[in-house]
């Protein structure tokens, strides 16, 4: 069973390897002719400090003298030698990382202009620390036996060119060679193997460490109001204790493990110069003979170990491969239309009858209503009541299990690609922010005057913050935004949305971290605005600038009319939305 | 205020002060480094059995000298094996030592973060601070098992093959030294470019992530605005630019790292040339000169990762540092430990005596405020953005100490009460419900560990919040996902206030603490709030008045200063800043 599952990973790497020489065959190419130059060349380098023995030293401590020719002729053999064998393995260490990062970045490429292109519903079903460690970590597991790849090959014609050499000088010393080396390298197979999981402990473990640390001081107020510095050491002492141990365990193998690797060669060369000494008696061998498979023992020593490098990156690679391929193979695409809008003025927006659900439950029943030109439609209900849902439905960044969202009397699902995007805006609750400019986060790429910006930005109430900023438009807001306050974030999100000029403009409780007079300002400011509005809200003064209310309660329009009509008309809605009042009145009878 | 140090300690001094404080790191360390010495004598024995055979077994008359041979290799396999067992038995020991005095520095160190007060921590990149626990510790971690077991193990075959060299013919010795000595020099150049190289790549993989992740967390607004064509040409080009950088490095290696074999060989071909010259005038043996090639290559190894393990030692010194700089942050807000005193069960009185307060650098935002909160009354704390009203929660609960005055609580000052008894008495629900990645009970259960989940599910029937739980679909084992972000806003802060309130506090500062519910939920909790906190003091600072309105007084702040204090009955008839407060309040509600 296990020799199966082995078998079958083998199988696997042996299949993302093809992958990889198809990608990148000139590098693999270079690099393997470069791995075969080092391997012949250390090979060749013990070859020529044996003839130089028996040809060059040997010779002249027996005579008594040499010539310089004889001398200078064995050094430039050394010396050349040695320099084909540094071209190899820069070359090889050259052309195998090159594919390496090449591999990665086409991947990566590749992994996010998926994530780009998979509907939101699929985001929805897949955690954000797996998409990011799909794209970082995966990509690189994936790609990681690829470094030490041209050497293994390289190695095993260096293996090669070693077993015919050490034949052809004498069996009984090539006897040996054959024990010592295929002992090297099925040791460091089993090394690696033992090793692998155990390293792929520590390496979770570390992530676990990270994730732990993270927590814990971003909730650091919390700990610290509450007055549990100490538990929260106690949690994180815990997986410290955890990667402590697993390291521990790695070190165990590594450090058994390592001292054999180098003993095993060095008692191969012992054994070489006992059997070669004997050899020599029967005149089989001679003394440049011993020192050249001496040498050759003790070169081969270390690149031997390259396959079982190789080898141990291989169930990692398969692993981190399986989800890269789960990500560039998911199915599942929000699939446009040929419709495109092309009208203007303020949006007709009609929902029909629309369901929703994540998963289980549905979020949305039946939810209809219509939003006639240039009306401002407010929804309102209480906290999680399915108000953001419909507001995604709405720009569709999903679609509804059943029913329709039309636009202009054009089902959304119908429109083009890019067309909804042109014509409608959404601010969201959570503001989002890239990691750009001011005036990059307005435009998101949108070509427009700088004028156009400012004016949006002053209709958000922004412009007054943003030209205090020292670059103006050209100042970076830091990732996710975080030189800003939640309030400014969000009329830079807004501003984002007004430049341009949407025909439908989707706000979901756009404006909580806006103090309510600025708040009153901009929402002044949009009436004028060519739009037709839907607003998510709590506050009063928002809701009554609204033409019309749709009330939801447990996913379901519970009232749907004026202001004023659904205040007589729905007790729920009342409650709602005349809670303070009503609190102040009862305070008072009290 | 602290601020972490990250200073420009030297490496040295940076060790010395990591082994003080790291005692863990120093036990058992004699016992290691003479197995470590054991460990080395193996490298040169391999050379010493080629001298031993080719000069006294290989006879020149006679044919080899088997017997003599046979003893040789006997001998220098059973030096071999213990040498290979003294390697195992020191790796073990130097991993168990080195790996639990990591554990406990990161633990340390954690703890330490905890400690520093909110200003310092804030001060830091969240992210920074993290990696002092984690990626900082890891590389000092990594540099031990790899680097530091390198250098002990080349270092010391270094220093074996040369007082080998020296026995068997000092000319020769310091014809290699020559060789490798520019070299050695050299890597020290290559190292810094090397270590520039990877500090540009480290860099491109931060911002390579940081575009990644705007194809996932963005995704929403993305969609929404069209904006994946732009979003994949940013990842695109940091992608690049990563990539661009990593070869650059590799560059720089595969450059650097052969130079080593090209040494080695320079240092054979002078071996081969003086060492013939030597042998022919009668002072080198064949086999002293065969050894000395086998010597050489002992110097190649060392050489070649010279350069890793030297970054590899820089970036664990900085690591090492940057744990440290923790380590040597006083926490401005002390506890003051078991010498403070421990407040008495019961209501609590609150005195701010002429208290100012300024942050580090920036203007005074609270000037001499003085106020004194009767034992078991309810207040609300008002006032615009800015006005120094969430100053005023954080020096009442000690997250903050005064510029300048005393807070006493119950009469006693603030910083002579031990933290343990403090956090137990007055505990602060902050406007962001931060939650962890756990169960709804096990978030709510934060407050008051022993609570069991009768306890809690009454604690959210007391405050209103039983029809709350009831949607939920699983209920108290509700996941609510990192920071809690699975559920609403409104829903997190109703959580948080939970969890305060099981803690059973008595003292409860709620700043903004129910900003983001629906008017009607807020309201029902207020309610709740109010029959619960009876017999204890409750603060509330608010945006929305209503809370003040149900208030027994109101504390008005405006530019740092309490410029009313009153109950809301008296307030708004007067002219003054909360009438007008009150009129915009009034205005929103109903226009």
Not at chain 1, 477 to 493: D, H, I, K, N
Not at chain 2, 261 to 266: H, K
Not at chain 2, 461 to 486: I, K, M, N
Not at chain 2, 566 to 585: D, M
């Amino acid at each position: 069973m296990r020799e199966n599952v082995t078998s079958d990973i083998l199988r696997k790497g042996l299949r993302i390897l093809g992958v990889a020489v198809r990608a990148e065959p000139r590098l693999f190419t270079a690099a393997v002719i470069s791995s075969g130059l080092y391997a012949a060349m250390t090979v060749g380098s013990a070859w020529v400090l044996g003839r130089v023995t028996q040809d060059v030293v040997l010779p002249a401590f027996r005579d008594g003298h040499t010539t310089a020719g004889v001398l200078a002729l064995g050094s430039v053999a050394i010396v050349g030698v040695a320099a084909l064998k540094a071209l190899g393995i820069a070359g090889r260490r050259l052309y195998a990382g090159m594919m390496q990062y090449n591999l990665q970045a086409t991947y990566r490429r590749a992994v996010t202009r998926q994530y780009l292109r998979l509907p939101l519903a699929w985001h929805h079903h897949h955690p954000t620390g797996q998409l990011l460690s799909n794209a970082n970590a995966d990509v690189e597991a994936a790609w990681a036996p690829i470094a030490p790849l041209p050497m293994a090959t390289g190695v095993v014609l260096m293996l090669l060119i070693a077993a015919i050499e050490i034949l052809a000088t004498d069996v009984m010393v090539a006897i040996v060679g054959f024990l010592v080396f295929p002992a090297v390298a099925g040791l460091n197979v089993v090394y690696q193997r033992r090793l692998a999981p155990i390293a792929a402990r520590a390496q979770q473990l570390r992530a676990d460490v990270s994730e732990v640390a993270h927590e814990s001081f971003d909730g650091a107020l919390v700990v610290k109001t509450l007055g549990r510095e100490a538990s929260e050491t106690e949690r994180f002492a815990g997986v410290a204790g955890e990667l402590r141990d697993a390291n521990v365990a790695v070190g165990r193998v590594r450090g058994l493990f390592d001292p054999v690797l180098e003993a095993l060669p060095n008692l191969g060369v012992l054994a070489v110069l006992l059997v070669g000494s004997i050899r020599m008696r029967s005149g089989a061998m001679s003394a440049g003979d011993l020192v050249h498979i001496a040498y050759l023992f003790t070169l081969l020593a270390f690149p031997i170990r390259a396959l079982g490098w190789v080898l141990a990156e291989v169930p990692r690679s398969v692993v981190g491969w399986d989800r890269v391929r789960g990500v560039l193979d998911a199915a599942g695409s929000l699939p446009y239309g040929e419709t495109t809008l092309d009208g203007g003025g303020a949006a007709h927006l009609e929902v029909r009858d629309v369901r929703f659900a994540y998963t289980g439950d549905d979020v949305l029943h039946d939810v209809a209503f219509t939003a006639e030109p240039g009306r401002t439609i407010a929804v309102v209900g209480p906290t999680g009541s399915g108000k953001s849902t419909l507001t995604n439905l709405l720009v569709r960044l999903v679609d509804p299990a059943s029913g329709d969202v039309l636009f202009d009397g054009v089902d959304v699902r119908d429109v083009e690609r890019g067309g909804l995007a042109r014509t409608t805006a959404v601010v969201p609750q959570q503001t989002y922010l890239f990691d750009d400019t001011v005036r990059g986060n307005v435009t998101l790429g949108l070509d427009v005057p700088d004028e156009d910006v400012w004016e949006a930005l002053r209709l958000a109430q922004a412009d007054g913050f943003v030209s205090a900023l020292d670059g103006g438009l050209s100042t970076r807001v830091g990732e996710r935004g975080a030189t800003l306050s939640g309030g400014q974030r969000q009329r830079l999100a807004l501003a984002r949305a007004l430049v341009r000029r949407p025909r439908l403009l989707v706000l979901d409780d756009a404006t909580s971290s806006v103090d309510p007079q600025v708040e009153a300002r901009i929402l002044n400011g949009l009436r004028d605005s060519e739009a037709t509005v839907v607003v998510v809200a709590y506050r009063k003064a928002t809701i009554e600038m609204a033409d019309e209310v749709v009330y939801i309660e447990h996913g379901r329009v519970a009232g749907q009319g004026p202001h004023e009509q659904l205040l007589d008309g729905s007790e729920g809605y009342r409650n709602l939305v005349t809670a303070y009042e009503r609190d102040e009145n009862e305070e008072a009878v009290a | 205020m602290t601020a972490i140090d990250s200073g420009q300690t030297s490496g040295l001094a940076t060790l010395r002060r990591g082994l003080r404080l790291t005692p863990e790191f120093r036990r058992g360390i004699s016992g290691t480094l003479l197995l470590a010495l054991v460990a080395t004598v193996g490298r040169i024995v391999v050379p010493v059995a080629v001298q031993q055979t080719l000069d006294r077994g290989l006879r020149p008359h006679g044919g080899p000298d088997i017997g003599f041979i046979r003893t040789a290799v006997l001998v220098c396999g059973a030096a071999v094996i213990v040498t290979a067992v003294a390697a195992y038995r020191m790796n073990v020991r130097l991993y168990r030592t080195s790996e639990s005095g990591l554990a406990a520095l990161r633990v340390r160190a954690f703890r330490h973060v905890h400690d520093l007060s909110m200003l310092t921590q804030s001060a830091e990149r969240r992210g920074g601070l993290v990696s002092r626990v984690t990626t900082d510790v890891d590389q000092i971690s990594q540099f031990m098992q790899y680097g530091g077991l390198m250098i002990i193990v080349a270092g010391g075959q270094l220093v074996m093959a040369s007082a080998l060299m020296v026995i068997y013919s000092w000319p020769l010795a310091l014809l290699v030294w020559a060789v490798f000595a520019p070299l050695a020099f050299a890597l020290r150049f290559f190292q810094r470019w090397l270590s520039k190289a990877y500090g540009a790549a480290r860099e491109r993989v931060g911002d390579m992530l940081s575009a990644v992740s705007e194809s996932v967390v963005g995704a929403p607004v993305i969609r929404a605005y069209g904006a994946e064509e732009r979003t994949a040409r940013r990842i695109g080009e940091s992608v690049d630019a990563y990539r661009d950088a990593q070869t650059h490095a590799q560059r720089l290696v595969a450059l650097t790292y052969p130079s080593t074999e090209l040494a080695s060989a320079i240092a054979t071909a002078a071996v081969v040339v003086a060492g013939t010259e030597l042998g022919i005038g009668g002072h080198l043996t064949t086999g002293r000169l065969v050894a000395f090639l086998f010597l050489v290559t002992l110097f190649v190894s060392p050489l070649q990762v010279a350069t890793e393990v030297l970054n590899d030692a820089q970036n664990a010194i900085a690591g090492w540092r940057r744990v440290l700089g923790v380590l040597d942050a006083t926490p401005d807000v002390a506890d003051p430990g078991p010498e403070g005193l421990e407040l008495p069960r019961g209501a609590i009185e609150v005195r701010f005596d002429e208290v100012s307060f300024a942050y580090p650098g920036g203007p005074t935002v609270l000037h001499g405020v003085s106020a004194d909160i009767a034992p078991g009354s309810r207040v609300a704390v008002v006032g615009e953005t800015g006005s120094g009203k969430t100053t005023f929660a954080k020096l009442l609960t000690r997250l903050m100490d005064p510029s300048s005055g005393r807070v006493l609580i119950d009469g006693v000052p603030l910083t002579e009460i031990r933290f343990s008894s403090l956090r137990e008495r007055i505990v602060m629900v902050p406007q962001d419900g931060f939650l962890f990645d756990a169960g709804l009970a096990d978030n709510i259960r934060y407050g008051r560990p022993a609570a069991t989940d009768e306890d809690i599910v009454l604690a959210l029937t007391e405050l209103g919040l039983a029809d709350w739980l009831q949607g939920l679909p699983e209920g108290l084992r509700t996941p609510v996902g990192q920071r809690g972000e699975s559920l609403s806003a409104g829903e997190r802060q109703l959580v948080a206030l939970a969890r305060a309130y099981l803690a059973d506090p008595d003292l409860l500062v709620l700043d903004e603490a129910t900003s983001a519910v629906d008017p009607a939920t807020e309201v029902r909790l207020q309610r709740a709030l109010e029959g619960i906190t009876r017999g204890r003091t409750a603060i509330s600072i608010a945006h929305r008045l209503s809370t003040a309105e149900a208030a027994g007084e109101v504390l008005v702040f405006d530019h740092g200063r309490i410029v009313q204090r009153g109950p809301h009955a008296a307030l708004v008839e007067e002219p003054g800043r909360y009438a007008e407060l009150y009129a915009s309040w009034a205005a929103q509600l109903d226009r």
